[in-house]
Structure formats: structure tokens, C-alpha cells
């Protein structure tokens, strides 16, 4: 079990490195750290250097701590997550939310590759996620950690509201299409066959992925706003003859997308300070 001074460790590490005034936090999923590349006076911390930290081993996590301004906006990002089929317990998986906590920020933007789900959806698309399901165990069971929050916290409002309609609303100034939907967390590592699709569409989702639902429940728990976003990167509602899940596909397609994910998450954190 991680232990509250473990969290203590990794914060004090980080503290002399990271600007006070610094309040959102920022995770990039698979393809998707190219944002990073985006920061100004970056300064590049890899996850080894930090007391305590996992280390990232999925394709296209990069595993770095990457700390800077975008924009003159400062942030902290996450070049790369850790993952439950990494074989990591969920305290680890979710380790940095809580040491962002202990860091002072107020906000955690997400992001993700994911499966859609909904036939509307296409390869490239946005979707903000506007709720979860989550089929991944969940990273509270346990002793309760009172020092970060209560027993059973509140999921009505697990992605905050108004940062979703000011998204929506950047969005359509920005002339960046967005759908709204429903990310399931699944644990992984093997893609989802046919059947597990169209039951996963059934039950309310319209994406898929491996990540995030855990980080989201830690956040919520440590009463962290979070705004969140998938990147579609296939399409898993029509299967053909020579359909398959690669995750080369995968990284390319999120790598293609991440440009405009960027300047929305860039126009949105602006809005913040």
C-alpha cells in the first residue's frame, strides 16, 4: 500500500520545480504528447527522477513530467500515464493525481485514445467526455486516505459542467467539431471483440479506452476538477473481413489529431488564469 508520506516525497521532489501559481495538471494519453512539445521554458523531469513514481512502459508514453506555460498559461503535463494492464496496482496507476494535489492544483485535464463506440463517430473526431462507466476496479477500494478526502466521494458531477460548455463553446469558435459522450474504462490489454462492442454501446458508451476513469475517480475524490477529451481513433461498430485493432493505427491516428486537441485544451486552460 502507498503510504500518505510517499505522496509527501514526490511532492517535495517536484515543489522547487513547478511555479506556485501553477493550477491545472494535464495527462496526455497514447500519440498524444505532442501538446507537451507545445510548452514554453519547459523544463523536462523523466518520471525516474521523481521519489516514488511508476514508470510509463505503454506504446507512445513518452514518461516524462513536463513543466512550463502554454501560452503563458502555467501548467504541468503528463508525457505518458500508467496503466492497470501494465500490471501496476491502482494506487500506483493513479499516483500523480493525489501528488498534484499535495502540488496545489485546482484542475486536471485528461486525454485519450479511444474506440468509438457511437457510428457517428470517426476516425480523427473529438469527443468531450461528458460522464464514465467504469468496468476497471476501482482506485479508492481500501483504506480510506481522510488526508485527500471522504469515504464515498460524489460522481454526479465527475467532468465539471462549466468547463464543458466553455469547451463547446471554444469549439465552435474555433471551428473544431466536438461530439459529447460516454468514455468506458476497460481494463485491457487486448482489444474488444465484436460482441464486447455492441455490448458496450448497449450499456451507454460511445468510446472506449484503457486509462483515465481511474485518474478521474482520484481526482473527484481529491476534490480536483476535471474536464476530459478522446481522441477517436478507430471505429468499432462496423467490422469488415479485414478489420483489426492495431496499436500502430492507433498511436498514427492520435498523432494526427493532436494538433487540435491542443489548441482547444490551450484555448480552455487560457481561460483559467
Known sequence: ???????????????????????????????????????EEARIIPYADIPNFPKSTALGHKGNLIVG??????????????????????EKVTFHVRVFKLLGIEYLFVS??????????????????RDHINMLPNP???KNMEEFGPRFPDMTRAY?????????E?????????????????????????AEYKYLGIIGGTAIGMSTVP????ARH??????????????????????????DDVIRAANAASEKMGRLFTALIKTLY
Not at 16 to 29: D, H, R, S, W, Y
Not at 112 to 129: E, F, H, P, R, T
Not at 160 to 168: C, G, H, Q, S, V
Open 1 to 39: 500500500m502507498v503510504e500518505y508520506k510517499q505522496y509527501q516525497e514526490a511532492a517535495d521532489y517536484l515543489r522547487p520545480l513547478i511555479p506556485q501559481e501553477t493550477k491545472v495538471a494535464i495527462t496526455l494519453g497514447s500519440g498524444l504528447g505532442q501538446l507537451a512539445d507545445k510548452i
Open 170 to 194: 471554444l469549439g465552435r469558435q474555433l471551428n473544431i467539431p466536438l461530439h459529447k459522450g460516454v468514455y468506458i474504462g476497460w481494463t485491457g490489454p487486448s482489444y474488444e471483440t465484436p
Open 222 to 247: 481529491c476534490d480536483i476538477r476535471v474536464f476530459g477529451m478522446s481522441v477517436i481513433t478507430n471505429e468499432g461498430y462496423h467490422f469488415t473481413d479485414d478489420f483489426v485493432n492495431d496499436g
Open 160 to 168: 465539471d459542467r462549466p468547463l464543458i460548455a466553455k469547451a463547446e
Open 215 to 218: 485518474e478521474v475517480i482520484v
Open 112 to 129: 485519450n485514445a479511444a474506440g468509438g463506440i457511437c457510428d457517428q463517430y470517426k476516425v480523427g473526431d473529438l469527443m468531450i467526455i
Open 69 to 90: 506555460k502554454l501560452e503563458g498559461s502555467p501548467v504541468i503535463a503528463m508525457q505518458g500515464r500508467f496503466h492497470y494492464y501494465e500490471g501496476y496496482p491502482m
Open 140 to 142: 479508492l477500494i481500501g
